[in-house]
């Protein structure tokens, strides 16, 4: 630690010139940050004592070129700009000790970058974790006083004076802490996981990158696979994308069976930092302007068994709230409109993402970009994104409220990210869309309803009694299986019996399609298609016409409209004889309960009414008109014309 003291006056400012970095590129925190100083008052030669607060910067990922004292309760604090880039000023994270309980300071970033939103972060060595600064004590203005440059202040009361305290634009993610999370996950060996060292950088760290996938997929020659690929944190300054890449990498490794099925059919590869110098040193490019992310673009796309579809490249925003993303602009309508799938996939996904801000654009500025430069590199049918996220929070479209991110925030943001794979590549047809099965949940669910039904023998024989009329009907048929039947594909719907009091000694069998299993039911893998019903409003007018009034329903119509064979195993449903048996039925009709049944049953009633027009064109016209699902409502003026439409 040394010891100093400003030769000009309290109240007054030095000049602002920053320390400046020349020769080799700089292999340490202390060569680049100011070294940890002891800030006195002028004329102050005396040891230190409390209150006279102690800067440091001199660790991993820490920056702050200067400090200067204003007054015991003011500071400036310059922020060193990036090696390749030096208006480029935003990331700061120091450490100040040496305090008095209550003090009270007010510190300056001065030169920060223009139109910041952010909330800064702190901690303490008694309070471990990270939290941010109320809203109320962080001001960010343009200041005069500093050649109209833009300034961050905060004011700050330490309450505990053997603490120290870490102050940090937003919350760090270092390269060792990365190392140390990787390393984690190589331990466990897992057989979908791998590893390898890319290349070393110029201070020989290690540029990992990360392949997900199934081992089979992983063989050559086998078959085309297809692949996706993300990089992150090519900026050092934007620790929250690391955050939203760890959230991406730790649910794709998970047991979750969509972070399965990815594995299954996807391949990714992963590099969670693209510029590992940068991040230990916080300073973009050590390099000569070396930019890593266009140089990586044969490594994301060399394999000719792997079909890359997705490339995104995920960054922080200083200036805009929530996640968002940024795409490119095609010639090619369908390749440009394909694009706008999985933003809006996404918000469907997380509450925190914003289509407002997602945007497409080919900006002169961000030519040099990975979702610009690979985006004319890679085969045409390759989508390439941006994924930003916020360094401050996130509004819902349910409350205008900002809601300041955290640690578990961002890396729940990248966990939805995975999920929106699944999600973009069933959509597209990449992944089939598979509902998962359990024999054993549906019996034990049809043993529990077998044992409700012994406590009533005559609602348990007119139970059966319907089962074996509709496999009469042929409504059903039993399937053949034995204990080595796989039943991977389809659906074993649960059912109920209901009765209707209005209608004493009646039953009828319900399946139930709304029933989940792995979170999942029947009606979510089912599609709605246009309502075909006729409005009720007009078809009760018409009823009021006429002097005679007809009715009519159709009994049991579901069942009566066929389900095609390749489907009747998504309506399966058990039942258990008398002598314990499993018995598996297959519904050859459409249930009760499923979403899809009602559009199917009146597409088909009117459908046959159409095929009839011609040999009975008034009751054609009726039953198109004149039916509400399976009842009709139906007036004539006289008899005859009654007579007519029945016979």
Known sequence: MSASSSSSKPGSRPPTNSKQVGGLPPTTPAELNAPQTTHMPPGYSNKPKRGHLIFDACFE????????????????????????????????NFTVENTVEGQRVIFNIERVGADLCSDLCNKTTSRPKWQRLPTKNVYYYKCPDHHKNYVMSFAFCFDRQKDIYQFAYCFPYTYSRLQAHLDSIEKKKYSFFKRENLTSTVQQR????????????????????????????????????????????????????????????????????????????????????????????????????????????????STLMNGFMYGNIFEDTNRFEKQAVFPRLMSNNCDDFSMANTNFNRDVVKAGTGRRYLGGAMNEDA???????????????????????????????GRNFGKTFLDYYRLTGVIPEKIPTSLAMKNGNVNRRKRLLEKDPELKAKYRESIEKELSKSYN?????????????GWFAPHHPVINPNKPGKMRRVCNAASRYKRKPLNDALHIRPDLLKNLMGILFRFRQGRIAITADIEKIFLQVEVTEEDRKYLRFLWIDDNGAVIIYENNSHIVGAKSSPTCAVFCLQQCAKDSAQLHPSASENVVNNFYMYDMLLSVNTFEDAQMLYT
Request: a negative charge; aromatic letters at 12%.
């Open 206 to 317: 290690r540029l990992d990158l990360l392949t997900i996938s199934n081992e089979e997929n992983l063989d050559p020659g086998k078959r085309q696979k297809v692949g996706s690929r993300v990089t992150s944190r090519v900026h050092p300054g934007e620790s929250p994308a690391s955050f939203v890449c760890q959230g991406l990498i730790d649910f794709l490794i998970s047991n979750q069976p969509e972070a399965q099925i990815l594995r299954q059919y996807i391949v990714f590869k992963i590099i969670p930092m693209l510029n590992p110098d940068g991040v230990y040193l916080e300073t973009t490019v050590i390099t000569d302007g070396f930019d890593p992310q266009p140089s990586l673009g044969n490594h994301l796309d060399s394999n000719e068994d792997v079909n890359v579809q997705m490339y995104c490249d995920i960054h922080a925003h």
């Open 383 to 413: 989508l390439c994104y941006t994924l930003e996220v916020s360094f401050y929070g996130y509004m819902t479209s349910t409350s205008s409220q900002v809601t300041p991110y955290t640690e578990e925030s961002y890396i729940k943001l």
């Open 61 to 92: 990922s820490g920056n702050i070129g200067r400090v200067d004292y204003i007054s015991d309760f003011e500071y400036d604090l310059f922020i060193r700009p990036d090696t390749c880039n030096p208006k480029f000023r935003v990331w700061f």
């Open 477 to 489: 048929q039993k399937v053949r299986w034995d204990e080595s039947t796989s039943f991977e594909k």
